[in-house]
């Protein structure tokens, strides 16, 4: 079983829809949870940054983790051609050996006019 | 502008030969990475380093080599024992419990 498992699309919604992108993840020793942005040939952008079970609001997007059922989420509302893009989880984990970060597959997202 | 810098952006070698990836930051940050990425792989970590001098190998650094003289720099030289090289490798960087932060990546292609 994959530490972090994620839905890799490819998912189309049409512009201004609500969309649900998740992960789950195995190891309830994770500690910060993590979702990236990725345009095509460019490196992932940090979008949210959470350690705390509950939602956490930024503009159009909102992170959640349930921490009792492993399970963390990305909303994107009215969305935009722009947030056509891959979406990457990632969650973390601090250890004596050093910091521990693990990625999704990612969710390839695209949004239609 | 702070930021990581890669270089170049896209990059051909015949196998047999070795190739150094570069990655360069000026965010001050102490730890950086490197990350192959494949697709429906997602991120793979190669090797990463904490400190100057120092460095770890990551889930699959066999066949890739690196050093750290440098707190800004960051090369990773992939060697011809590396069976599958044509990928996508990202460098990162992070200071404490930061986020990474990415640059934008070599695309390595080796025929």
């Known amino acids: 079983q994959k530490e972090v498992e994620q839905d890799p699309g490819p998912l189309s919604v049409p512009e201004g829809a609500i969309v649900s992108l998740n992960c789950t993840y195995s190891n309830s020793a994770f500690q910060y949870f993590m979702w990236y942005r990725q345009y095509s040939r460019k490196g992932p952008e940090l979008l949210m940054y959470t350690y705390s079970s509950g939602n956490k609001e930024d503009g159009r997007f909102t992170a959640q983790v349930d921490k009792s059922s492993k399970y963390i989420s990305l909303f994107i509302r009215d969305s935009q051609p722009s947030d056509s893009a891959t979406y990457l989880c990632?969650?973390?984990?601090?250890?004596?050996?050093?910091?521990?970060?693990?990625f999704g597959t990612g969710t390839q997202l695209k949004v239609e006019l | 502008d702070g930021g990581i810098t890669q270089s170049p952006k896209y990059l051909f070698r015949k196998e047999g030969q070795n190739v150094t990836l570069s990655c360069e930051q000026n965010?001050?940050?102490?730890?950086m990475y490197w990350y192959r990425q494949d697709p429906g792989q997602g991120l793979r970590l190669i090797y990463y380093s904490q400190i100057v001098n120092d460095f770890q190998k990551g889930d699959i650094a066999e066949g890739y080599s690196v050093s750290r003289e440098k707190k800004e720099s960051f090369p990773l030289t992939v060697t011809s024992a590396q069976k599958n090289p044509t990928a996508f490798y990202l460098c990162?960087?992070?200071?404490?419990?930061?986020?990474?932060?990415f640059g934008n990546g070599t695309r390595l292609t080796v025929t």
């Open positions: 965010l001050n940050h102490d730890a």
């Open positions: 990162a960087s992070s200071s404490g419990l930061s986020p990474l932060h």
């Open positions: 990632a969650v973390l984990i601090l250890t004596g050996g050093g910091n521990k970060l693990t």
